[in-house]
């Protein structure tokens, strides 16, 4: 347990909050393209180390750099005030696509994000090729948070064409962040249910 807890948190800092810190200490002091490539480094190194050191693609490094490499792309098209404001909800909606269009493979991105913070369980792929209900429930937390990504897309470019953009700038990060929330919350219930009906046989 104490293992699977740390592999979760080294992935998180690796992923997440380095790339962050890394985005929000060069921001100041040079462009948006820099920083962005800067940070998208870090994610890139850790999924070419789980490479070397497991054999297989690291799917949740990999799609964290797909968003920083989406985001760099955003920064060189440029455009208007409102859509610069959007940058980061195309890639959101870019990012619930690949959600998406993982259930027509033969298993979900989620799969693999889950695969990675258990430390790559074997137990894992056994209740996949054993288990109907295991891999209905991946697929539906899949489809789940695919959905809501592109919602959180939708809603802000609705938002920003049908607003000022101070009242867009006040508003929006209201929409993004409570529905992101929910979508969390929804899946830590979901999980949950299912600890509680695989206890319970």
Known sequence: MNKSRNEII?????????????????????????????????????????????????????????????????????????????????????????FLGSLFFGRPLIYYFAERFTGHDPQMNDKWEGLPRYRFNFRLITAVWGFSLLLEAFIKVVLVYSMSIPTFLVVSPFFTYGLIGLTIWWNIGFIKRIKRQTNGR
């Open 10 to 98: 080294f992935t998180l800092i690796i992923n997440i909050l380095l790339p962050y810190l890394a985005y929000r200490l060069l921001i100041p002091h040079t462009s948006s393209l820099i920083a962005l490539s800067i940070a998208a480094l870090v994610p890139l190194c850790d999924s070419l180390y789980s490479l070397i050191r497991t054999r297989k693609a690291d799917a949740f490094s990999g799609f964290i750099f797909l968003g920083l490499i989406l985001g760099v792309v955003a920064v060189l098209l440029g455009g208007d005030e409102r859509f610069i404001l959007l940058r980061e909800s195309y890639v959101t909606g870019i990012m619930g696509m690949v």
